[in-house]
């Protein structure tokens, strides 16, 4: 009776490593642009209008951090959340992960309601004429809260990702790492006495030449 051994094809292995690195070089490039696109999105202007005084009326602007600093924020903390993706195994990366595409979630949450959001040109209005109960009046926004949101979407895939492929990513390598393990001694080398820049060499190591 024959016995036929299977042999896994090459192809099938190297299906998981490949999807492997096309995940993380998704993951790297989607979450590194998605904070850089939410970064640049909050200091641009978020909405406008007029607040209006005795002498007439004057124009008012509000950026997104004016509107609300979360997706700022969320992005430094994605942004860190990707690096640190690398450092940490299994559970550790699993968390991590977790976090990133959190992070990417609660800024699309921020923008998205900050979009239509008039309450920061109120603060402006009412610390520039003195009125607690001063509005803005022709209030409009522009589109830079959905540039944010479409960065945290960015950031979230880039979570997802992780969560999917972490375990299949690489990590920091532990080669400087130590774990208690007392090394083992150096064996002395045979010293030839009649040589003696070798007896030299064994007392600069500590060795004695002499063999005793």
């Known amino acids: ?24 070089a998704l993951a790297l490039l989607g979450g590194a642009l998605g904070a850089a696109v939410t970064l640049l999105a909050t200091r641009q202007r978020w909405s406008a209008g007029t607040a209006s005084v005795a002498g007439g009326s004057f124009p008012l602007t509000a950026r997104g951090s004016d509107v609300t600093g979360v997706p700022a924020a969320l992005a430094v903390v ?72 479409a960065g945290g979407l960015l950031i979230l895939l880039a979570g997802l990702l992780a969560l999917r492929y972490g375990p299949r990513w690489p990590a920091m390598s532990g080669r400087y790492e130590r774990d208690g393990t007392p090394r083992p001694r150096r064996t002395a080398r045979p010293v030839d006495p009649e040589r003696p820049e070798e007896i030299w060499k064994a007392l600069d190591r500590g060795e004695d030449p002499t063999g005793a």
């Open 78 to 149: 994605g942004l860190a959340a990707l690096v640190a993706v690398f450092a940490v195994r299994r559970v550790g990366r699993f968390a991590v992960a977790a976090l990133l595409a959190l992070s990417g979630a609660g800024i699309v949450a921020a923008a998205l309601g900050g979009a239509r959001d008039g309450s920061a040109l109120d603060e402006k209005a009412a610390q520039a004429t003195g009125d607690t109960s001063a509005a803005v009046a022709a209030l409009t926004h522009t589109g830079w809260p959905y540039v944010a949101a």
């Open 1 to 24: 009776m024959e016995y036929v051994t299977a042999v896994p094809h090459p192809r099938s292995e190297a299906v998981p490593v490949r999807s492997g690195r096309r995940s993380l």
